[in-house]
């Protein structure tokens, strides 16, 4: 069977709006991560709890616009999962061993299995870890603070897809338990929404059917999505078919020769579950990116800076009006590190 109109609809505006809701989260918790002293534990503490409420309210959007998508994805290839919604723990990661020094693990089901999962709201205390690391050892502060940044905002984007992938399997599992015809699942590249081009892991991977009760492996920054596969329709296949054609024939040459030879395997990780890596540590991962469509704007280390200090300066002085207000001093550890930012966004945008 022809993949439908309809079906292609639904795929597109689930990718679209998904777009935006992990765009819009990341965005909502960098600036309030902007606006907290790494080294003042309360802040940090404030941090985390406010960023883990809006991953969650994010990360239940994302549940809702998943099962939504595969209900209409069902829907297209006749067949109907009945009374059923995925019930997704906020806490998506597992609980790893090494956590035992900052927390305690919570004990969560889901699908009926047990496990021991990580707080939400501690992977949110990392990135002040991982800042006051780094300028212990010497990093330049400015720089300690952008990775930290984008530490926030790979953390934001994994919970969300991990959420994402919890309520799919919950979803095919309960589709073979139901015996309704879904045998299996179809990786599908999304070649239109990527920013860095098209990922040869996702490429390769997308070259196979998954039986139900398998788990999609994930990676920084995926935009793959899954089909259900009938005995009779597999229109995730037809699909990455038309994709993969385009991108071989625009990449040409060397790149579609990369692209083709990409080897990957699927590893366990402690806390993500199953990770889609190289099939050899250190490989460069090729990517490839339609020339028709205009690159992401690449701005240069001034811009940047400018950027990020045009947007932070007015929310970091709010701050520091409300911190005063508070009746907290000049010499305490919020306002000397808040002043010190509007200090170096003024020097930014004085140049």
Not at 2 to 27: G, K, Q, Y
Not at 187 to 199: D, L, M, N, T
Not at 307 to 326: D, F, G, I, N
Request: glycine content about 6%; some cysteine; overall charge negative.
């Amino acid at each position: 069977m022809a993949v439908s109109a309809t079906l292609i609809r639904v795929l597109l505006s689930r990718a679209a709006r998904r777009e935006l809701i992990m765009s819009r989260t990341a965005d909502r918790i960098e600036s309030q991560w902007r606006l907290t002293d790494p080294f003042d534990g309360y802040q940090v503490g404030e941090f985390a709890e406010s960023a883990a409420e809006l991953s969650m309210a994010a990360q239940a959007a994302i549940v809702s616009l998943a099962t939504a998508a595969q209900l209409a994805y069902f829907s297209e290839l006749e067949v109907e999962l009945a009374d059923f919604f995925p019930e997704v723990p906020p806490e998506v990661r597992l609980f790893g061993a090494f956590e035992s020094e900052f927390t305690k693990p919570k004990n969560v089901v889901s699908g009926g299995v047990e496990s021991l999962r990580l707080p939400v709201e501690e992977v949110f205390n990392r990135p002040a870890r991982q800042y006051r690391a780094a300028v212990s050892s010497g990093t330049d502060p400015a720089i300690a603070l952008e990775d930290s940044v984008n530490r926030v905002k790979l953390v934001s984007g994994t919970n969300l897809s991990l959420a994402e992938r919890e309520a799919e399997h919950l979803i095919y599992k309960e589709a073979a338990r139901q015996r309704i015809g879904v045998i299996g699942w179809r990786r599908v590249i999304h070649p239109e929404a990527s920013k860095s081009g098209s990922c040869g892991l996702c490429v390769a991977a997308s070259d196979r059917l998954y039986k139900t009760d398998a788990m999609k492996a994930i990676h920084d920054h995926c935009r793959c999505e899954t089909l259900p596969v009938t005995a009779d329709d597999d229109p995730g296949d037809e699909l990455n078919r038309d994709d993969l054609d385009r991108l071989y024939d625009e990449a040409g040459g060397n790149s579609k020769f990369q692209l083709k030879r990409t080897r990957y395997k699927f590893d366990e990780h402690g806390e993500l579950q199953a990770v889609l890596v190289p099939a050899r540590r250190g490989q460069k991962v090729p990517h490839y990116r339609d020339p028709t469509v205009p690159q992401p704007v690449d701005l240069d280390e001034f811009a940047r800076e400018y950027e990020v200090a045009s947007r932070q300066l007015p929310l970091m002085e709010r701050h520091l009006r409300q911190t005063l207000a508070k009746g907290l001093g000049e010499d305490s550890s919020p306002v000397q590190y808040q002043r010190t930012q509007i200090d170096r966004y003024k020097a930014i945008l004085s140049r």
